[in-house]
């Protein structure tokens, strides 16, 4: 399936969380985010209203994603009249506690945080998104520890932290794209380009064989597409030319390779994906990781 190999590739950026507490009568008013919002209840129910005012309940163990730009309160309580409005994203590192009412009394407890899930510099994972979505993610009792864990690194800040972090996150947004999945037929239409079958197909060859000389032209006939329009349609859907997205594959495709222990040389790892010459390969690979691919390999090995 195409959105496992997209989640291969991933990068998964959070921002520092925060935990809101709601005590029972109390609104916590907080703007749109910059980014997709992730809200999990980890204790407690209540609503989350848009903002239109549409209602989205909440309980244990929910996961809602809101999307960039969005303002949305969270309510807690039948009868709603007192309100704490946040101005803007608090900063800072560790867990910010934001707190509506009473602390010692609060009901609803939630672990929110800005989540920024991308492909290579451009794919948002999320970027299609427009209106809040709910997941039920009681049945993945990981997603639970998961937060929990995120919570207890994030407002420790060791050494490690951060890496930890963007694991336990991937863990969380991969079970939420299950549960979806599950719910809605297989069929995630705000997923960049996985609900158009022409588009997936050229994708899925650029997994598949990196290596092989691609062109615009070639994988536009993939798609079964003119060449302006598969043009068009992907860089619309990717925030990237074709060409750009190969070639961002097969430097992650080389740096997976050389991840791997053997005797596999840095030449036969450049032809391998689908470079000519290793000197072409290296000062690619230097420009997008930063080092060459030889002390790239030396790094893993001295660890």
Same mark, same amino acid.
């Given at each position: @399936?195409? $959105?496992? #190999?997209? *989640?291969?590739?991933?990068?998964?950026? +959070?921002?520092?969380? %925060?935990? =809101?507490?709601?005590? +029972?009568?109390?609104?916590?008013?907080?703007?749109?985010?910059?980014?997709? @919002?992730f809200h999990f209840v980890m204790q407690g129910s209540g609503i989350l209203r848009g903002p239109e005012g549409e209602e989205y309940p909440l309980e244990r163990f929910s996961l809602a994603v809101v999307p960039s730009g969005v303002g949305h309160t969270l309510e807690c309580g039948i009868n709603v009249q007192s309100e704490r409005v946040i101005e803007a994203p608090p900063t800072g590192e560790g867990v910010v506690r934001l707190v509506a009412g009473n602390q010692v009394s609060a009901e609803l407890r939630v672990a929110c945080g800005a989540v920024n899930v991308t492909y290579g510099d451009s794919l948002g994972l999320f970027h299609r998104l427009r209106e809040i979505i709910v997941a039920d993610l009681s049945g993945y009792p990981q997603?639970?520890? !998961?937060? /929990? /864990?995120?919570? %207890?690194?994030q407002g420790g800040a060791t050494e490690? +932290? %951060?890496?930890?972090? #963007? !694991?336990?996150?991937?863990? =969380?947004?991969?079970?939420? *794209?299950?549960? $979806?999945?599950?719910?809605?037929?297989?069929r995630l239409p705000w997923l960049p380009g996985l609900e158009d079958p022409n588009l997936s197909r050229a994708v899925d060859v650029i997994f598949e064989h990196p290596e092989a000389p691609h062109t615009?032209?070639? $994988? !536009?006939? /993939? %798609?079964?597409?003119?060449? +302006?329009?598969? !043009?068009?349609?992907?860089?619309?859907?990717?925030?990237?030319t074709p060409i750009s997205f190969l070639h961002d594959m097969r430097l992650r495709k080389a740096a997976e390779q050389l991840r791997q222990k053997g005797s596999t040389s840095i030449e036969q790892v450049a032809h391998q994906v689908g470079f000519n010459s290793r000197s072409h390969f290296s000062r690619a690979f230097k420009d997008h990781f930063g080092v060459s691919p030889a002390a790239f390999r030396e790094g893993l090995e001295s660890h």
């Open positions: @399936m195409l $959105l496992d #190999k997209l *989640l291969d590739y991933v990068t998964v950026h +959070s921002e520092p969380f %925060a935990t =809101c507490l709601l005590s +029972s009568g109390w609104r916590l008013r907080l703007p749109g985010p910059p980014g997709v @919002m997603v639970r520890l !998961a937060f /929990e /864990e995120i919570l %207890a690194e490690g +932290s %951060a890496t930890l972090t #963007k !694991a336990l996150m991937t863990q =969380c947004i991969v079970y939420l *794209l299950r549960y $979806l999945t599950e719910q809605s037929d297989g615009v032209d070639s $994988l !536009a006939d /993939e %798609a079964i597409m003119s060449r +302006s329009v598969f !043009a068009e349609r992907f860089r619309e859907t990717f925030g990237s």
